[in-house]
């Protein structure tokens, strides 16, 4: 089974690696940078359960919500903390929670395009359905949660000065 698996995988699954130890550094970053990848992981996970599940009301609400609860609530547990406000841009502490959302949304598209390559029946069953795209909303939620923290620091720091 290994062997149908194409070798690009591997490659993404390096890279990832590689993008969660960078950010496991202390780093410079800006709000914008931080929305900039908010979106793009927004974007890919909606694309991702559109090609799974199509344009069905169910998965893309399911979706809409896993956004939307991490997105709000996950502020507080997935936020970076003791930022430190810097000329035009924002000192971020070095985190593993980057690298294991990262890590987390390859295992869980890995399993779909795997369950869905071999023509695993579960993939089509409506509550899987809705816990895979609830799971891909989610992690794009707790990017956009990382996102929003940065942009309050730098907003709220701004206004102090």
């Given amino acids: 089974m290994l062997s149908q698996i194409p070798p690009w995988v591997f490659g993404v699954l390096l890279l990832l690696v590689f993008l969660g130890y960078r950010q496991s550094r202390d780093r410079l970053v800006t709000p914008l940078t931080m929305g900039a990848i ?19 009301m169910a998965p893309l609400l399911s979706w809409a919500v896993g956004v939307t609860v991490v997105a709000g609530w996950g502020r507080s547990v ?5 930022m ?40 089509r069953q409506p509550g899987f359905m809705l816990a895979a795209s609830g799971v891909f909303g989610a992690f794009s939620g707790a990017f956009a949660a990382r996102a929003l923290v940065v942009y309050r620091f730098a907003r709220d720091s701004r206004s102090a000065r």
């Fill in 38 to 56: 908010a979106l793009a992981m927004l974007g890919l996970s909606l694309v991702g359960v559109v090609s799974a599940f199509g344009l069905k």
């Fill in 78 to 82: 997935l936020g970076p903390r003791e």
């Fill in 84 to 123: 430190q406000a810097m000329p035009g841009a924002i000192r971020v502490p070095g985190s593993w929670v980057p690298a294991g959302l990262m890590l987390g949304i390859f295992m869980a598209k890995f399993f779909l395009g795997f369950a869905t390559g071999i023509g695993l029946p579960i993939v």
